[in-house]
């Protein structure tokens, strides 16, 4: 499996074909058993999630992983808060850097919401994949996962996702993009690759095929 910069490769599969297995292992969340992962032609193993995400892989879950609690801020530094401080030795959290992160980032994908500073459980759920979306981009991943993006969304808010997938791909970053909603597979992915049981059985770009080509290389026919 390959992902180029700047493409988006879309994971299909019925429940069980192995997605959830493949992307927790180039996620870190699984160790590797066989296989080799490459990165930028460097070959990489990951220990833990947050290893992955430091050496540039950013995973986005159906379930977000946002803290409800927090603001857009507080999110994209969350496990990695700066730090300032006060009278020159006491520590305390820099919530001016965090409040100017969130504010370039979601003007980034164009986002916009009457309060940066809310509580992320006040946003709709496009909303909250383009904070999880913002966090990736602050930290400058390279490579995105994105598990359902727009499962359980409406119509407007799943072209406002599917919109932020684009972007992500004109600005150059590797998009591997797992949904069992074709048509928004067909709308933002370059190549798809079936699988079926854990095993690769087809490799198609989406110019080159069809719904019906796909749905049947899942199950089997």
Known sequence: MVVRAGEV?????????????????????????????????????????????????????????????????????????????????????????????????MARLDFHVSRLDAPVSNFSGGQRQA????????????VLIMDEPTAALG??????????????????KAVIFISHNMSDIFAVSDRIIVLRRGVAVGERRISDTTHDEVVMLMIGG
């Open 9 to 105: 490769v879309a994971l299909a599969g019925d429940n069980g074909a192995g997605k959830t297995t493949v992307i927790k292992a180039i996620s870190g969340v699984y160790p590797q058993s066989s296989g080799q992962i490459f990165l930028n032609g460097q070959e990489m193993t990951f220990s833990s999630p947050q290893d992955a995400r430091d050496k540039g892989i950013e995973t986005i879950y159906q379930d977000l992983a946002l803290a409800d609690n927090l603001s857009i801020g507080g999110n994209i530094f969350l496990g990695r808060e700066p730090m300032t401080r006060r009278f020159g030795f006491i520590p305390i959290l820099d919530r001016k850097a965090m409040a100017e992160a969130a504010r370039e980032t």
């Open 155 to 172: 119509v407007p808010e799943q072209r406002k996702v599917l919109q932020l997938v684009q972007q992500l791909k004109d600005e150059g």
């Open 131 to 142: 904070v999880a979306i913002g966090r990736a981009l602050y930290w400058n991943a390279q």
